[in-house]
């Protein structure tokens, strides 16, 4: 479980330690993944993509607060 954290990038790590929204974290990106600019599923809100080097983190930014 830490290893797959580890694998989804560093800011990953600093959501681990609130272990009430992990779960929710995890679903909501599977929900956005790859979904840039297309209204997200829960609200309607486009999908924004954050590139972290090699690796693309998609979310709402309605219901992915940080
Ligand atoms: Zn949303």
């Known amino acids: 479980m ?22 929710g974290y ?3 990106e599977a929900m956005v993944y ?9 609200c309607g809100s486009p999908i924004r993509m954050i590139r972290q080097g090699a690796r693309a983190t998609y979310f709402c930014t309605v219901c992915q607060k940080s």
């Open 26 to 28: 995890f679903q909501l």
């Open 2 to 23: 830490l290893a797959k954290a580890v694998e989804k990038g560093g800011s990953t790590l600093r959501d681990f330690s609130n272990a009430q929204g992990e779960s």
């Open 34 to 42: 790859d979904r840039q600019g297309e209204p997200c599923r829960v």
